[in-house]
């Protein structure tokens, strides 16, 4: 199985911040990545597939990058909905569909 | 706009069985593949289970195979999970997860609320 590595575990940062999660697979997985948010209580929210493709809805100041093994996910200026934990989560090589370990997004 | 509403969760003792259905509305049902993904509390996301458009393709976790069946009824909009032998390693919230495809390629582009199980004597 393809192992999802995501760093930090956890941040604390400020509204308006720029905020850089990493996501990195063991092997490559070209850009079959998906990103998602889930807030306390709540389901996981898709946020962008294909690596950098923002789903419908996404505030523009949410990016995705990399290809591969390493990819990031980006908020540009960090918001008070944007407190959450952010997982990544690879659909290239199947069974099973593997989840990083999740990022925590703290206030600072 | 895409539902999914997840029901069957309750606390069943180590060994037991359960049935969570999932109900679908919002989208043609019959044209995607669906996934389980549970949540241990506290802990992140783990894929369970998926089923092709047609039911004709299944998927397990190594962490259920055998002991866990998905299946779904196109006629109800319904997806299943049935669960056997049930460990208390199993207990989690429950998801049920549009796939974005009608197989087993692509990712969960929609998310039910979940359904809790936990398995305690």
């Known amino acids: 199985a393809i192992r999802m590595t995501q760093s930090p575990s956890s941040l604390s940062a400020s509204t308006g911040d720029r905020v850089t999660i990493t996501c990195r697979a063991s092997q490559g997985i070209s850009s079959y990545l998906a990103w998602y948010q889930q807030k306390p209580g709540k389901a996981p929210k898709l946020l962008i597939y294909?690596?950098?493709t923002l789903q419908s809805g996404v505030p523009s100041r949410f990016s995705g990058s990399g290809s591969g093994t390493d990819f990031t996910l980006t908020i540009s200026c960090l918001q008070s909905e944007d407190f959450a934990t952010y997982y990544c989560q690879q659909y290239y090589s199947y069974p099973p569909w593997t989840f990083g370990q999740g990022t925590k997004v703290e206030i600072k | 706009e895409v539902q999914l509403v997840e029901s069957g969760g309750v606390v069943v003792q180590p060994g037991g069985s359960l049935r969570l259905s999932c109900a679908a509305s919002g989208f043609t049902f019959d044209d995607y593949a669906m996934h389980w993904v549970r949540q241990a509390p506290g802990k992140g996301l783990e894929w369970v289970s998926l089923i092709s458009w047609d039911g004709g393709s299944t998927y397990y976790a190594d962490s259920v195979k055998g002991r866990f069946t998905i299946s779904r009824d196109n006629s109800k909009n319904s997806l299943y999970l049935q669960m056997n032998s049930l460990r208390a390693e199993d207990t989690a919230l429950y998801y049920c997860?549009?796939?974005?495809?009608?197989?087993?390629?692509?990712?969960?582009?929609?998310w039910g609320q979940g359904t809790l199980v936990t398995v305690s004597s």
């Open positions: 997860a549009k796939a974005n495809y009608y197989d087993s390629s692509g990712y969960m582009d929609y």
């Open positions: 294909a690596a950098s």
